[in-house]
């Protein structure tokens, strides 16, 4: 579920709204709007049920689906243990192809994606390299995953610009990781 923060930032981004606007759609103060999107003060059960209300009207759920994209099974799993430990509302998908993932991106639109740099077929920095061409994918954030420490590998990915985590993952890692990944991607 999407905190108060995240919902009145997410529906102020959606309508392209200023604080003052979404107030005065709210019938509250600029100072109250602030406060909620800051996560200072939370608003009265009308005024939540208000802001739900627009956040359905602009088709935001407070579903959250998490991608994994690694030929290895037990990543899925544990991203999938972490995920329900942040909050059980995560649904996390996994395919074991980088083409299958291309396709899941499109029609799942993940927040998040767990991407193995080396697998067969179409490896994960060019499974990232292609996520902006993909329509409707509103710029998930991307966590490459890899046991490899080969340097040239790691630069390669580097360039691309997203988190990298190296295997072995181990879960209070991805519980941290998912936390900032969902801040950066709801905010």
Known sequence: MLTTAQLVAEIR??????QEGLARRMGVSFPTVNAWERGRSEPRPAHRRRLEQLG?????????????IDDDPATAELVAAA????DPAITVESTLDGWQGLVLCGSLRPRVIFLDILMPGID???????LPGIKGLDDPEVVFVTSSTNSDLLRRAGSVGH???????GVD???????????????
């Open 56 to 68: 359905e009207d602009l088709a935001i759920t407070h579903e959250v689906t998490v991608l994994v």
């Open 173 to 187: 890692d991805l519980v941290t990781t998912i936390r900032r990944a969902l801040q950066v991607v709801l905010r």
């Open 124 to 130: 994960g920095i060019e499974v990232a390299n292609r």
């Open 163 to 169: 988190q990298l985590l190296g295997k072995p993952l």
């Open 13 to 18: 981004r959606r309508n392209g709204d200023t």
């Open 83 to 86: 995920a329900a430990e942040v």
